[in-house]
């Protein structure tokens, strides 16, 4: 079966740093996706990890550890314009599928 | 390069009509995935093309949704006799090829209205 886990909602102060936890349980693993998707629009990229560790890119950061199907996007120094919604996905099955979770809504606070 | 475009951006019907929903993949890119995504809730996978052919279209019901991508023009999402349930906003998504790194790319999609 595939399942992949998120919270629902977060809530985060601006210059604060957060994690958004994701855990799957898929029948196949070729890659984990990190998307941001802000209200009425397509979600964008933000981050890949194939590997076990830890990916950075600025202000994001997003970690895997395959033997436990579990994966965190950090975001440091947050921003209003952060306030979004984070979606986790995994490839399945070398690229037959992409499955994603429910996403996050993050808030952030001024 | 241009992006991913999905059209119509909005698209109304009333019960029973028919939606076409178009989605052109950005240059290059040879698979087409379509998701429909309901307010406040994930994307959820519908259907998987190549060119010419459906390789994946197990989250896609049974009736009245079809999806082609003919070797020519744009992938097609069809949805035949709508019903208020089917009103969301359906995100067409394009990638170059599979096993890479590579990430798929999303349209601006299109919000279904059924009324």
């Known amino acids: 079966g595939q399942n992949i886990d998120q919270p629902t909602e977060m809530t985060a102060t601006e210059g604060a740093i957060v994690q958004i936890n994701c855990t799957y349980q898929?029948?196949?693993?070729?890659?984990l996706f990190w998307y941001q998707q802000h209200a009425g629009e397509a979600p964008t990229f933000l981050s890949y990890n194939v590997l076990d560790g830890l990916e950075e890119k600025g202000r994001f950061s997003s970690f895997l550890s395959r033997s436990k199907g579990y994966s965190y996007l950090l975001l440091k120094e947050l921003q209003m314009k952060d306030s979004a919604s984070y979606l986790c996905?995994?490839?399945?099955?070398?690229?037959?599928?992409?499955?994603f979770g429910p996403g996050t809504r993050l808030s952030v606070l001024p | 390069n241009a992006g991913v475009m999905q059209n119509p951006r909005h698209l109304v019907r009333r019960r029973g009509q028919e939606a076409r929903l178009r989605c052109s993949p950005m240059k290059g890119h040879s698979h087409v995935y379509w998701y429909r995504q309901l307010p406040e809730e994930g994307l959820k996978f519908m259907v998987y093309?190549?060119?010419?052919?459906?390789?994946?279209e197990s989250g896609m019901p049974k009736e009245r949704f079809s999806a082609e991508f003919p070797k020519e023009g744009p992938s097609i999402l069809r949805i035949q006799q709508v019903v208020r349930g089917d009103s969301a906003a359906y995100f067409c998504a394009s990638s170059p090829e599979v096993g890479t790194k590579e990430t798929q790319y999303f349209g601006p999609g299109t919000r279904l209205l059924v009324l």
């Open positions: 996905a995994v490839r399945d099955n070398y690229g037959q599928n992409f499955v």
């Open positions: 898929t029948s196949g693993f070729n890659g």
């Open positions: 093309l190549q060119k010419e052919n459906i390789i994946d």
